[in-house]
């Protein structure tokens, strides 16, 4: 199997930060979207960011947010990576000169092909659990048999997973990478170690 990158979403605190790094997570992810638990401010994402070893990846998580929020965010947080978690369109994506990629709530009777195949600037395309009026992060995994073969751009995996499924769903869909949040979790926000080390491993050891 290629190498599976993960991504451990959700961090708040620069101590859960050191200890995704230290269990050789490729990305952490900061939420800029007030209305979750796991929103941070831009101080808070600043102190994390500073406190990180080289090589890994910040990624910032963005819904519905305007351009100006965007790039006031940008102009004051080191990101590398932006993910719209929203009902953004191409346009509202683009222009912001990083790269960036879509996640798309999964439910039957749409096809997911076709949704992924608007965003042709992203470069990646991510698939997380479809539940009624929460953009994400509901810790529900989704039927993963719904996600179809021939995906446009490289596919990144979320919605429900842990350290006792992750396995499971990189044998089934394959992704790219692997996103968790409340997977890792003590409480919304906050990770538990000992969590997010069994999953980096998981993931590793499946590969």
Known sequence: MPIVRSKICGITRVEDA???AEAGADAIG?????KSPRAVNIQQARVIIAALPPFVTTVGLFVNASRCEINETLDAVSLDVLQFHGDETPADCEGFHRPWY???RVKAGEDVRVQAARYAGASA???DTFVAGVPGGTGEAFDWSLIPANLPKPLILAGGLTSQNVRQALAEVRPFAVDVSGGVELSKGVKDAQKVRDFVRSVRSSM
């Open 18 to 20: 050191l200890v995704a």
């Open 125 to 127: 395309i991510l698939l």
């Open 102 to 104: 879509k996640a798309l």
């Open 30 to 34: 900061l939420v800029f979207y007030a």
